[in-house]
Each structure stands twice: as C-alpha cells, then as structure tokens.
T-cell receptor
Framework: EPEVTQTPSHQVTQMGQEVILRCVPI?????FYWYRQILGQKVEFLVS????????KSEIFDDQFSVERPDGSNFTLKIRSTKLEDSAMYFC?????????????FGPGTRLTVT | GDSVTQMEGPVTLSEEAFLTINCTYTATGYPSLFWYVQYPGEGLQLLLK?????DKGSNKGFEATYRKETTSFHLEKGSVQVSDSAVYFCALSDRDTGNQFYFGTGTSLTVIP
C-alpha cells in the first residue's frame, strides 16, 4: 500500500541554523500539508499546498518557514533560522482532493530538536 | 474557531477491557470527524471517520458516533487487545474554515496482558 515517507526521522540542529525537512507524498496525490506537534501539545496545522502554491497557512507559518515541491516527488519544509521553540514533531500529509470529509494520509514524522 | 478537546492520557487497560476515549469539538460550520491512530515509529493512520450528524464510524472493532447535540465523537471498543496499544488522535476538518485538520492532543493507550 502506498504511504507517505519523511526524512530524516530525527534532526538535531543548533539555534539559528537552517533545516530542510523532506517528505515524499503518495504519488497520485495533489494536495500536500505540514503539521507540527510540540511535545505534550496538539497537532497544529502549518500549511497546505496545491498546484505549486500555498493554498492556506496558519499564524505559525511566518516568514521563517517556506515550502517547496522541487520535483515531481518531494515536498519540503524549510525553516530559515531555527529557534528553540521550533523543536517539535513535524508531520507531512497528502490527499487527492482538498475537500472536507476526505482523509489525509500522514507520514511517520520528523522529530526536530533545536539546541 | 474550530478546536478539538480530547481526554487526557495515558490510559492503561487490561486485555479484554472496555475502552472509551472522550472527544468533544467546537466548529463554526459542519465538520467531518476522524479518529487517527499512531503505532510506535509509524505515521498517523485513519482509524474511522464520520461526515455528518448521527453517522457511526467503525473499524477493527472500534466505533464512534457523531453526536451534534453534545458535540462529541467518543471512541469505544468493547474488548481491547495488546495490539491496540498506540496513541489515538481525534480530529476534525471543516469546509467553512478550509480543509486543514484540527487535532486533539492525543491519548496514549497501553494494553497489558
């Protein structure tokens, strides 16, 4: 069964450094998402992406964040200058259509630790 | 705004015990409701869903009924197994606020033999 994959599984970085989290969505999916979960808190929506542009973003997704689909398979989340509070589990998700009621397929997550 | 409140964990049960994980929601429109499960080292997997009031989602012995009058979507299973040990997330998506998912904090379940 096709699945969403994410790399790396764990990333440790120093404050102020740039990080790129990578995701490979399911191949025939068209809508892509990033979420994050700070330890002990809710899973929070960051951004959705369709047709090579951002379709929605949350207040969390400020100028330090960017997303890109650099080729036909990868979907990346870049944090330009990491802060301690960016430490979290980051989940990528995808689905065929961005409609309510349709499930999103999630990857296993990347745990980002900023020191 | 939209939000989901989920029962705090962790929950520890003996095998064959009855499971209830409470979930209530707040939504401005007409949300669809979901339960996702995360096994160790894996992604969030859809367990069940309901897209309108009074719908019951079911899968693998788990059930949840969309109750608009109480704004709830509690997860139940009559007899849990060790293999059900995982983290369970309640979530909603609401077309009136875009199609992003709103999640609860997750409830960790451990089933002991």
């Amino acid at each position: 069964e096709p699945e969403v994959t994410q790399t790396p599984s764990h990333q440790v970085t120093q404050m102020g450094q740039e990080v790129i989290l990578r995701c490979v969505p399911i191949s025939n999916h068209l809508y892509f998402y990033w979420y994050r979960q700070i330890l002990g808190q809710k899973v929070e929506f960051l951004v959705s992406f369709y047709n090579n542009e951002i379709s929605e973003k949350s207040e969390i997704f400020d100028d330090q964040f960017s997303v890109e689909r650099p080729d036909g398979s990868n979907f990346t989340l870049k944090i330009r200058s990491t802060k301690l509070e960016d430490s979290a589990m980051y989940f990528c998700a995808s689905n065929k259509r961005g409609t309510s009621g349709l499930e999103q397929y999630f990857g296993p997550g990347t745990r980002l630790t900023v020191t | 705004g939209d939000s989901v409140t989920q029962m705090e964990g962790p929950v520890t049960l003996s095998e064959e015990a009855f499971l209830t994980i409470n979930c209530t929601y707040t939504a401005t429109g007409y949300p669809s409701l979901f339960w996702y499960v995360q096994y160790p080292g894996e992604g969030l997997q859809l367990l069940l869903k309901a897209t309108k009031a009074d719908d019951k989602g079911s899968n693998k012995g788990f059930e949840a009924t969309y109750r608009k009058e109480t704004t709830s979507f509690h997860l139940e299973k009559g007899s849990v197994q060790v293999s059900d040990s995982a983290v369970y997330f309640c979530a909603l998506s609401d077309r009136d606020t875009g199609n992003q998912f709103y999640f609860g904090t997750g409830t960790s379940l451990t089933v002991i033999p």
